[in-house]
Structures are given as structure tokens and as C-alpha cells.
């Protein structure tokens, strides 16, 4: 089960998931289990500030201390009985830290003629751009980029 672990692990590409496999060992979950993960959360980059889980394989946690130690450090502990399972679940896990693909698609171009300040409902006040459409479509559902001398300076999402 060990094996078939690290070679899921392996089998993502590094440059989507950055995965650290930090302790593999067999018996209960044990305290240094649930230390060892919060420490590495700890020295972690995670931008999701989401913490490492401890995936357990056919055992249980080593009582009530390492239970309210997890739950008071925040540290998921996830038990399976099947390793096909606990290796779906892992796969779920990792996959889910995949950034969605997207997709840039050019519609039309549009020139700057002027800007202005324009205020609306409730007082708020945003910058507002004229333009003149120069080839293709512009959509108002569209997403946009503001270029200038090449260099995106502001992006808006619809």
C-alpha cells in the first residue's frame, strides 16, 4: 500500500502539484503523526493555507489526545479501510490543486479615445474608458485587457 502511494504521488506532474510527502510509516496515527504534520504546515508555502492531511490505511488513531490534537490543529485525518479508496481520495485531493486551464480568446481590439470618472448608484465612483472599436467584437459580458505600450495594465472579468 506504501508503494502504490508513492507511485500515485509520482505519477503527477510537478509543475501543477507540488506534493511533500512527508512521513510514511505503519501502525496507529500517533500524536508525532499529527505534530509532524503541523509542523510541516507550518514551514510550508501553501498559499491555500489549506493543511496537509493525514491519510490513514487500515488503523485507527492512538486515542483521544491524537483525535482532539488534530481537531485543535486543524489537521484532517483521513482513514480508509480499502486502499482503492484512500488512493481515490488522495488522487481527489491532489487534483483538486490543479489551477482551471484558460483560454484567451481575442474577440476584437478596441482603442482608448478618453477616460473618465464617472460616479453610480450609492456614490461609488469608478473610472470609465471611450473606445473605439477597431476589428472584431466587443461583448459586455466579455472579459478585457487594458494594454499599454504592450504591457497589460489592468484586466476586468465579467
Do not use: W
Request: glycine residues 6%.
Amino acid at each position: 500500500s506504501i508503494a502504490a502511494v508513492q507511485e500515485l504521488i509520482a505519477s503527477l506532474p510537478d509543475e501543477k502539484v507540488k506534493t511533500k510527502l512527508i512521513h510514511i510509516d505503519v501502525g496507529p496515527v500517533t500524536l508525532h503523526d499529527v505534530e509532524l504534520a503541523n509542523s510541516a504546515n507550518a514551514e510550508s508555502s501553501n498559499q491555500s493555507n489549506e493543511p496537509a492531511p493525514i491519510f490513514a490505511f487500515n488503523v485507527n488513531t492512538n486515542g483521544g489526545d491524537v483525535n482532539a490534537l488534530a481537531k485543535r490543529e486543524n489537521i484532517s485525518v483521513r482513514k480508509h479501510k480499502v486502499i482503492y479508496a484512500m488512493l481515490d481520495d488522495l488522487q481527489a485531493l491532489l487534483t483538486s490543486k490543479i489551477p482551471p486551464k484558460t483560454e484567451n480568446k481575442i474577440q476584437g481590439t478596441a482603442i482608448v479615445k478618453q477616460s473618465f470618472e464617472m460616479t453610480f448608484k450609492a456614490g461609488v465612483k469608478q473610472q470609465v474608458a471611450g473606445c473605439a472599436v477597431e476589428q472584431g467584437t466587443l461583448l459586455l459580458s466579455g472579459s478585457y485587457h487594458v494594454k499599454r505600450n504592450g504591457a497589460i495594465v489592468h484586466t476586468q472579468h465579467k
